[in-house]
Nanobody
């Protein structure tokens, strides 16, 4: 399975972005989906997770209430809706697929896409 994250960009504090994760070579329905981010000089952080078939979600405290993870089975896409963005959300964002659930650590994910940069600044 190959993944590609997209939708990043420059946004003002308080703004919104929706990231997309395109999967090819496999269906997103049967994998758990994770969104991770990494800011310069910081460790990769897992922020949002969705179980296979979408029955369960999990969010890091840093994004809870502001970010929403979802999938579109028909389009074989995963999304990360990000609202009320803060400067500390600035990072490269990555999507990943894994087979274990629950799985909130990057070591549990088998397939990774290239990241998309999100910059929150006025």
């Amino acid at each position: 399975v190959q993944l590609q994250a997209s939708g990043g960009g420059l946004v003002q504090p308080g703004g919104s972005l929706r990231l997309s994760c395109t999967a090819s070579g496999g269906s997103v329905n049967w994998w758990n989906i994770g969104w991770f981010r990494q800011a310069p000089g910081k460790e990769r952080e897992g922020i949002s997770f969705l179980s296979p078939l979408g029955s369960s979600t999990h969010y890091a405290d840093s994004v809870k209430g502001r970010f929403t993870i979802s999938r579109d089975s028909a389009k074989n896409l995963a999304y990360l809706q990000m609202n009320s963005l803060k400067p500390e959300d600035t990072a490269a964002y990555y999507c990943a697929l894994g087979t274990k659930w629950p799985a909130y650590d990057s070591v549990d994910y088998d397939h990774w896409g290239r990241g998309t940069q999100v910059t929150v600044s006025s």
